[in-house]
């Protein structure tokens, strides 16, 4: 009885350990996701009243004179 307790403690100490790296790289991947995010809407511009009809060549001819799209 005794070696089944210490193993069922052994257990729960790897599911805690389990759940806290876990929950680690969830938040270093989340921290990455949004500096992603950030440096991309840094360079974004929102523009309205397209023609559906336009092409990406047509929109990226009609901003040249703004840079590289």
């Not at 790289?25 to 360079?43: L, W």
């Amino acid at each position: 009885i005794e070696a089944m307790k210490r193993r069922v403690q052994e257990m729960e100490r790897e599911a805690a350990k389990l759940k806290e790296m876990q929950a680690q790289v969830v938040q270093e991947m989340s921290s990455e996701m949004g500096e992603d995010k950030e440096e991309a809407d840094a360079r974004s511009v929102y523009v309205g009243n397209v023609d559906y009809g336009a092409t990406p060549e047509e929109v990226q001819a009609h901003f040249q004179s703004c840079g590289t799209i």
